[in-house]
């Protein structure tokens, strides 16, 4: 075996100890075939960067510094490779206080020995274009597991007072500004759809955005307002009983979303606007794309009926099932790292 068996993947957990369902997964991936650590070493410590293969880095812009940018510019040193995850445009809640944020994702694309997308479409928009795009790598995001109950399944129907004959749109999350829920609520109520539901399940820390939420939301009975944390069993059941997942993301910064690879790993069609993880998807026809007109979207995805966006689910789990599994991303992973 190679001294080079460690990988450092950033970040390894988030805030509080709570591990976000990707990092978990790409993780958990990684241990079966490396020593995975969750922080860079001390510039002493050169025994430990030689024996790193490569560091990983997912979300860093907004933290990235002049020591940190050291750091991995010693590990390159070392012969470890800087990896990239290029997740979004830019950060979605970054701020002029946040400093160079721009800067420093052009200093990752332009040190990055590799940049990983998760979605084809969006390699255009790697910093200086022409110089960089030899080293984009595509990995699919990997896909997550279903977690559904029965059991769970009728208590939330009977808790959120469903019928058989309703049409259940779900919005699901963590209920954060720069994902425009509120468009989801205002285009359902425009829509003015008969036997249909619209249900808003997740948690919010901002209490100003919740109450905002539930004024928009009023007292329409149509709209099922769940704000709170939702266990994982408990929301996939909710996913489970939905017919369609509304995406209403709006802002420019987006090009991936785990909460459209959730909604295939259980089964279900989304509605989302033509961020760059829809145009690769939306082909293989379980994806309703929208550029401003999110209730011309539900209006199309009720018109279609249960059972039509029952077969688009099916269809969108045996895709994923097929290109995003954890062989699939695994062996793509361990060809990156061991060939390049």
């Not at 946040?98 to 997308?117: E, H, P, Q, R, S």
């Not at 794309?289 to 689910?313: F, I, P, Q, S, W």
């Amino acid at each position: 075996m190679s001294i080079k068996n460690t990988v450092i993947y950033i970040p390894y957990a988030l805030r509080g100890g709570k591990t976000n369902d990707y990092t978990f997964n790409m993780v958990k991936i990684l241990k079966k075939n490396y020593n995975v650590m969750g922080e860079l070493t001390d510039p002493t410590d050169i025994f430990s960067m030689i024996k790193t293969k490569a560091v990983i880095l997912n979300w860093v812009e907004k933290e990235l510094n002049i020591t940190m940018k050291f750091q991995l510019c010693l590990y390159q040193i070392f012969g470890a490779r800087i990896i990239w995850v290029f997740h979004n445009k830019m950060p979605h809640d970054f701020s002029v206080e946040d400093g160079d944020v721009k800067g420093n994702m052009k200093w990752l694309a332009d040190k990055a020995d590799y940049i990983i997308l998760h979605s084809k479409s969006s390699e255009k928009y790697i910093s200086n274009y022409n110089v960089n795009r030899r080293k984009k790598v595509y990995i699919p995001h990997v896909m997550y597991k279903k977690r559904i109950s029965q059991m769970y399944m009728d208590e939330v129907q009977k808790s959120y007072g469903l019928k058989k004959e309703d049409f259940v749109f779900v919005m699901f999350g963590f209920l954060k500004p720069y994902k425009h829920y509120e468009d989801g609520i205002m285009a359902f109520r425009k829509s003015g759809l008969k036997n249909a539901k619209l249900i808003l399940a997740g948690s919010c820390t901002n209490a100003e955005y919740a109450r905002y939420l539930k004024n928009l939301a009023g007292d329409c009975k149509d709209i099922i307002l769940d704000i709170r944390y939702i266990p994982e069993l408990i929301l996939d059941s909710i996913i489970a009983i939905s017919d369609v997942v509304v995406l209403p993301y709006v802002n420019d910064s987006s090009m991936n979303s785990g909460v459209m690879i959730q909604a295939f790993s259980n089964g279900k069609p989304v509605i989302s606007p033509g961020i760059c993880m829809a145009r690769d998807y939306a082909p293989h026809g379980f994806v309703y794309g929208y550029k401003r007109d999110l209730c011309t979207a539900m209006r199309k995805a009720h018109k279609n009926g249960k059972e039509v966006n029952a077969r688009m689910g099916r269809r969108a789990f045996e895709y994923i099932n097929r290109h995003n599994n954890e062989t699939v991303v695994e062996k793509k992973l361990v060809y990156l790292l061991e060939n390049g």
